[in-house]
C-alpha cells in the first residue's frame, strides 16, 4: 500500500449513494473520498446510517444507487451495471479489512488460527507464511501469548484485538472499524483504542463508525457527520470539534463529553 | 445356545451394523445436501422436498421397506434386499436429518458469517471452514439421536428378508426352543452399538462448549 501512484487513487471513494431499509432512507446521496493513508471517522447519533455507511464499502450492505471503489476498483457492481458474481465481489471485498462491534471471531479456532484462516483459504497463503505473519501482527496486537487460547476464553478487549489482528492478516487496502469499543467494558476500551492508534501512526487508511470524540478528535484527519443519512458536516477534527458550523453539530457535542484539545 | 448360534447372532449384528451404518451415512450427507437446497428457495424444488420430508418423516419404515421392495420390479429396478433395506431406512433418516441440519443453518450467527465475507471469503468457503465445523458440533446431539432412532427401528427390514440382530433371534429359537438367551444377547449387542454413539456424542458436546462465547 505504499506505492507512490496510489496517493493519487483514493482508498475509498463513495459516489451518490443511497439506501433504503422498507420506507426509510437511511442513506442519502453520500459522497465521500478516503485518501491513502488517511483516517475518517464517522460521527452522528444512532440511527443516523453510519453503521449503514460502513458497511456498503464492503457490501454487506447493498446499496440501493451510488457507486464506491475501493483503490480504484468498484465494488459489487460493474460499471455497465451487471452484478458482480460472488467471486469477484469477495476478491474486491478482501481489499477491505472490517473490525466490527462484536468481535465476531470463529469460537471453533484458536486466537492463531482465526488470523490464518483468510489469509490460507482466500489468498492461498502457505501455512508457515500465514503463521509468521499472524504472530507478527499478533505481536502488534498484544495478543501473541494467547496464540493457542480459543475466543470464549479471552476478555473483550481481547477478542477486539484478536479481530483487528484478524482484519490486518488480509493486507486490506482499507481498515474499517464499526463502533469498535461500544460493545467493550469501560476499563478494556484504551487498550483496543491504543492498538488503533498505532495503526494509524503506521500509515494505515481507515474508516471508523466511533462514539469516543476523544479519540476521533486525536486520530481522524477527517471527521465526517451524519444525521438522517446525510452527510451534514464535515471538517478537520481541528475545526469540527472547536468551530462545527452547524446547530445540530454543536448540539450533539454538547451532549458528548466534547474532548480537550489533543 | 451353541456355537453356531452364536455365530448366527454376530452375522445378525453385522448386517444390522453395517447397513445402518451405510444408511447414517447416506442419511447424513443427503439431509445436509437437502437443507443446503432448501435455503436457495428454489420455487417447486422446495415445495418437492417439503413434500418428500413430509411423506418420509410419516411413513413408517416397515411400510416404506415393503413398498419399494414390492414396487422395484415394477419400475423395472432390480433390487436385491440389502440395497431396498438400506433405501428404506436411507430414506426416513434423511428426513429427519434434513430438518436438523436445517435448524443449524437457521440458528448460525449472522454475525460469524459476515465476519467470514468481510475478510474475502466466498460463502462456499465461508461455509466449508466456518458454518459447517460449528453446525457439526451443534448437530451432533441432533443426529446421534437420528442414528440411534434409525439403528432401533432397523429390525422393520426383516420385513422383506433381511436377517438382522432381531431377525436372527427367531432363527435361533426356532432351532433351540430357548427363546430368551438369543433375545437377551441381542439386546446387549444393540446397547453396545448405541452406546458408542452416545459416547461420540458426549466428546462432542465437550467441544460444544468452547462455541458458547
Known amino acids: 500500500m505504499s506505492e507512490a501512484n496510489t496517493s493519487e487513487m483514493a482508498a475509498v471513494s463513495i459516489r451518490h449513494l443511497s439506501k433504503s431499509f422498507d420506507d426509510v432512507e437511511v442513506l442519502r446521496d453520500v459522497e465521500l473520498e478516503v485518501k491513502t493513508g488517511e483516517v475518517v471517522t464517522i460521527i452522528g447519533s444512532s440511527g443516523s446510517g453510519k453503521s449503514t455507511l460502513l458497511r456498503c464499502i464492503n457490501w454487506l450492505e447493498k446499496p440501493d444507487r451510488g457507486s464506491i471503489h475501493i483503490a480504484g476498483q468498484r465494488i459489487g457492481i460493474h460499471e455497465d451495471g451487471r452484478p458482480m458474481p460472488v467471486r469477484e465481489l469477495a476478491k474486491v471485498r478482501a481489499k477491505t479489512g472490517m473490525v466490527f462491534q462484536g468481535f465476531n471471531l470463529w469460537p471453533h479456532l484458536n486466537v492463531l488460527h482465526n488470523v490464518t484462516e483468510a489469509p490460507i483459504h482466500v489468498q492461498g497463503a502457505s501455512k508457515r507464511e500465514a503463521e509468521e505473519r499472524a504472530m507478527a501482527l499478533l505481536e502488534k496486537v498484544g495478543m501473541v501469548d494467547k496464540r493457542d487460547s480459543y475466543p470464549n476464553t479471552l476478555s473483550g478487549g481481547q477478542k477486539q484485538r484478536v479481530a483487528i489482528a484478524r482484519a490486518l492478516a488480509m493486507q486490506p487496502e482499507v481498515m474499517l472499524f464499526d463502533e469498535p469499543t461500544s460493545a467493550l467494558d469501560p476499563e478494556l476500551v484504551g487498550e483496543v483504542l491504543a492498538v488503533i492508534k498505532d495503526l494509524s501512526a503506521e500509515g494505515y487508511t481507515m474508516v471508523m463508525v466511533t462514539h469516543e470524540m476523544a479519540f476521533a478528535r486525536a486520530v481522524s484527519d477527517q471527521v465526517v457527520f451524519l444525521e438522517k443519512g446525510l452527510i451534514i458536516e464535515r471538517a478537520d477534527p481541528e475545526t469540527f470539534f472547536t468551530t462545527p458550523k452547524t446547530d445540530r453539530v454543536r448540539k450533539f457535542l454538547e451532549n458528548h463529553d466534547t474532548p480537550s484539545p489533543a | ?213
Not at chain 2, 443449524?104 to 458469517?113: D, I, L, V, W, Y
Not at chain 2, 437420528?146 to 422383506?160: D, H, Q, R, Y
Open chain 2, 1 to 213: 445356545m451353541n456355537a453356531s448360534a452364536w455365530h448366527m447372532l454376530l452375522e445378525g449384528a453385522w448386517t444390522t451394523l453395517w447397513i445402518s451404518a451405510v444408511s447414517i451415512a447416506i442419511g447424513v450427507m443427503a439431509g445436509l445436501v437437502i437443507a443446503l437446497i432448501r435455503l436457495a428457495r428454489i420455487p417447486i424444488v422446495d415445495q418437492l422436498l417439503v413434500l418428500y420430508i413430509s411423506v418420509a418423516r410419516a411413513t413408517p419404515l416397515v411400510t416404506l421397506a415393503l413398498f419399494i421392495f414390492l414396487s422395484a420390479p415394477d419400475l423395472g429396478l432390480d433390487l436385491n434386499r440389502s440395497v431396498a433395506g438400506i433405501l428404506a431406512l436411507s430414506l426416513n433418516t434423511t428426513a429427519f436429518n434434513a430438518e436438523i441440519w436445517r435448524s443449524a443453518f437457521r440458528n448460525f450467527s449472522r454475525e460469524q458469517s459476515e465476519a467470514a465475507m468481510a475478510t474475502g471469503m466466498t460463502p462456499w468457503i465461508t461455509f466449508r471452514r466456518i458454518m459447517l465445523p460449528q453446525m457439526v458440533i451443534t448437530s451432533l446431539p441432533g443426529l446421534v439421536n437420528e442414528m440411534s432412532f434409525l439403528i432401533k427401528g432397523s429390525p422393520a427390514i426383516a420385513v422383506i428378508g433381511i436377517v438382522d440382530l432381531t431377525r436372527v433371534t427367531n432363527r435361533i429359537s426356532a432351532v433351540t426352543y430357548e427363546p430368551l438367551p438369543p433375545i437377551l444377547v441381542a439386546g446387549a449387542l444393540y446397547m453396545a452399538i448405541i452406546g458408542c454413539l452416545v459416547w461420540l456424542q458426549r466428546l462432542a458436546e465437550r467441544r460444544a462448549n468452547r462455541l458458547a462465547t
